[in-house]
């Protein structure tokens, strides 16, 4: 079984644009939650989705955004982005379980974003 | 305040010795933690997932430990390789839907 897929893996991007990431979860996974890591804060949660419904958010602005679409595939968007956007996004995907359940989640190879 | 702390922040191990990484939390209602390994450039990939009523559970040459009445759980690595070089997260999960991450422990193995 294939798995979490991330594209694109590496993207730079200047100041002010805005930048779609795309996740493709392991098949028959129907939650997929977002995370943004960098050196300073570690692992930070964005949102989560499940069933094209946004269940959990993060503690982030309005910039980022999110969706799902029916086949469980989910891309995340940052619009007029800052310098401390750059960071690794990782995308998890899990069978179906709310996070706190024991539902295992297993995360793609993320895609690093620098911001000039 | 952070709800999940973990020491040391980074190491440096021989080939062949043992290492023990440490992680407080303050998390509650306390659910479950997870140890996760995350090689550079990659994801972070789940090596053990421990609840109340357990103490112990190894992965291989992975060890973690949870006293969950001190609120401290360990990671112990014995006769480490070098593809043991990597971030180790803790991960404590509690009951509802939050998720409280540490920032890692940074291991780096020398031949």
């Known amino acids: 079984k294939a798995g979490v897929t991330q594209t694109p893996r590496y993207l730079i991007k200047t100041r002010g644009q805005q930048v779609t990431l795309s996740c493709s979860p392991i098949s028959g996974h129907r939650s997929v939650s977002w995370y943004q890591q960098t050196p300073g804060q570690g692992l930070q949660f964005l949102f989560e989705?499940?069933?094209?419904?946004?269940?959990n958010k993060g503690n982030f602005p309005g910039r980022f955004s999110g969706r799902q679409f029916s086949n469980s595939r989910s891309e995340m968007n940052v619009s007029t982005l800052e310098l401390g956007d750059s960071a690794l996004y990782l995308c998890?995907?899990?069978?179906?379980?709310?996070?706190?359940?024991?539902?295992?989640?297993?995360f793609g190879p993320g895609t690093r974003l620098t911001v000039l | 305040k952070n709800q999940v702390e973990q020491s040391p922040q980074s190491l440096i191990i021989l080939e062949g010795k043992n290492c023990t990484l440490q992680c407080n939390y303050t998390v509650s209602p306390f659910s479950n933690l997870r140890w996760y390994k995350q090689d550079t450039g990659r994801g972070p990939v789940s090596l053990t997932i421990?609840?109340?009523?357990?103490n112990t559970k190894s992965n291989g040459r992975y060890t973690a430990t949870l006293d969950a009445d001190t609120k401290q759980s360990s990671l112990h690595i014995t006769a480490s390789q070098l593809s043991d070089s990597a971030s180790y997260i803790c991960?404590?999960?509690?009951?509802?839907?939050?998720?409280?991450f540490g920032k890692g422990n940074q291991v780096v193995v020398i031949p």
């Open positions: 421990m609840t109340f009523s357990e």
């Open positions: 991960v404590v999960s509690a009951k509802g839907n939050r998720l409280a």
């Open positions: 989705y499940f069933s094209e419904t946004q269940r």
């Open positions: 998890a995907s899990s069978l179906a379980g709310r996070q706190g359940a024991q539902n295992e989640q297993f």
